[in-house]
């Protein structure tokens, strides 16, 4: 994983936080949608997505991979 760019979301907590941890241990570089690299990105909002995703590739240079881990609680679970 050295120095590839891995984005994850649901990176604030939980399997998310850590597998960027792993990642970032493994010697990747990590863009976080969880309010802490770029910005809050609501996961639903596809352009909330693309835009997080175009500031990871201007940061980085490139992504290499994602993986989105963002769970997301439907109004009708609640």
Request: hydrophobic share 50%; with cysteine; net charge positive.
């Amino acid at each position: 994983m050295d120095g590839k760019v891995i984005a994850v979301t649901g990176a604030a907590s939980g399997i998310g936080f850590a597998l960027a941890k792993l990642l970032a241990t493994r010697g990747a570089k990590v863009s976080m949608s969880a309010d802490v690299f770029t910005a809050t990105c609501d996961v639903r909002n596809v352009s909330q997505i693309r835009d997080w995703l175009k500031q990871t590739v201007v940061t980085f240079g490139r992504l290499d991979g994602a993986a989105n881990i963002a769970g997301v609680i439907s109004k009708y679970m609640q």
